[in-house]
């Protein structure tokens, strides 16, 4: 079974509830995209594990754990990848459960180096706004202004959301109070946007209050001051 579950026995990973919320979203979007619902996608994707005993369907309900984020699909190379063997029959779907907006909101410390090469891994319209000259060997990243915090906010996507947070994250390395309020005020104004994308209908309030709740650990420009 090519799943993590979420354990609280002795040696078992704890499940980041980044991945349960990208899994949720996931689902929502293959849903979404095929019109099947969890006992549907499971009889597509796994009809072998879908029998039927005195009338009535056995199955693990993979995909009910996968709708309600109790389960992660493993996503790597050398195993059976249910994330690309959904891609193939339903394409886009892998962008939203591959999106750097869920590598930028894990809790593991990001270096500088890390925040930039997520930078540059969006799309050139994206980049355009974010570097100078993307032409060049080495592209200079633009001061973040209102004017880019403008611009961003009218992509209404997930990128823009994930440079609001890698900003808020780059805040916390270099100490700066005014590049985390112009990250906040990203954050705030494309939220309305990310409201009407029907991916997120079901996960967005999680998802903010997920941010929300990180926001205090994130905001130190200093071991013994904290940003306000």
């Not at 790597?76 to 909101?105: C, M, S, Y």
Request: proline share 7%; glycine share 4%; charged share 25%.
């Amino acid at each position: 079974m090519s799943d993590t579950k979420n354990g609280t026995g002795r040696g078992r990973p704890t499940r980041c509830p980044v991945d349960s919320i990208r899994t949720r979203v996931w689902f929502q979007t293959v849903s979404l995209h095929t019109g099947m619902n969890a006992y549907a996608l499971e009889k597509c994707f796994h009809p072998l594990q879908v029998r039927y005993v005195d009338g009535k369907s056995v199955r693990p309900r993979l995909w009910d754990r996968y709708r309600d984020g109790v389960m992660i699909p493993k996503d790597k190379l050398g195993v059976d990848n249910l994330i690309d063997r959904v891609e193939e029959q339903v394409p886009l779907t892998a962008w939203w459960f591959r999106h750097v907006l869920w590598r930028a909101l894990q809790p593991k410390r990001l270096s500088q180096e890390d925040i930039d090469d997520m930078l540059f891994a969006f799309p050139n319209d994206i980049k355009a706004v974010l570097f100078d000259d993307l032409q060049a060997k080495f592209p200079k990243q633009k001061p973040f202004n209102q004017e880019i915090v403008a611009q961003l906010s009218l992509f209404g996507h997930l990128d823009s959301l994930a440079i609001a947070i890698l900003m808020v994250r780059k805040s916390e390395l270099i100490a700066s109070i005014e590049l985390r309020d112009l990250a906040l005020s990203l954050y705030h104004e494309i939220q309305p946007a990310l409201m009407q994308l029907s991916e997120l209908e079901k996960c967005f309030p999680d998802l903010f209050s997920y941010i929300d709740s990180q926001y205090p650990p994130w905001i130190y420009p200093s071991p013994s001051e904290r940003m306000r």
